[in-house]
């Protein structure tokens, strides 16, 4: 995920505060990954200075002093231009978990007993995010309904790749 892109998207809603910022974030797109404030207020630091977004009013509260940013039309026309990008479709042809199964048959490991713990650990995660999915907001329905998806098509590989480790096994050792 792009934060600077985001954290634009997010200001032209509205002039917001650095903490609102990372709310929000943490709100709608970091679910398991919540963004630290230092990573907002030096993405903030780096868009005033690209002329993406302008520093408001410093304003006194409770705790610190607290600046609002508003986005440019600079920072709009980015935005703009980002979101009719189409994002990198994957996966992309090198994965791990092919690189595993291919190492641990060029030095004789038993392939099969990766590709079965790999499985189990798919299983858990898919039950989590069933479990997110039954409990959680609508946001978090989609976004557990997009890991279930790459998560099922990563089970039909592994099943795959199982079913012809032999053939796999006689080409990689030759």
Do not use: C, N
Not at 62 to 88: C, F, N, Q
Not at 100 to 126: C, F, I, N, P, W
Not at 154 to 170: F, K, S
């Amino acid at each position: 995920m792009r934060v600077p892109m985001t954290l634009l998207g997010l200001l032209e809603r509205e002039p917001s505060h650095g903490y609102d910022l990372k709310r929000d974030y943490d709100a709608y797109f970091g679910r398991g990954k919540p963004l630290p404030f230092g990573q907002v207020y030096a993405t903030l630091a780096r868009l005033t200075r690209d002329g993406k977004v302008v520093p408001g009013d410093v304003e006194a509260g409770a705790g610190p002093d607290r600046k609002s940013y508003s986005i440019t039309s600079s920072g709009k026309d980015d935005v703009e231009a980002w979101l009719a990008e189409p994002v990198e479709p994957e996966p992309h042809l090198q994965t791990v978990l092919f690189v595993k199964v291919v190492l641990a048959l060029m030095s004789g490991r038993d392939a099969e007993r990766y590709l079965d713990t790999q499985r189990g650990a798919h299983l858990r995660r898919m039950r989590e995010l069933t479990e997110l999915k039954r409990s959680g907001t609508l946001v978090d329905t989609l976004l557990a309904d997009h890991g279930l998806f790459h998560l099922e098509a990563d089970l039909r590989w592994i099943d795959v790749t199982a079913a012809r480790l032999d053939v796999l096994a006689q080409m990689v050792r030759s």
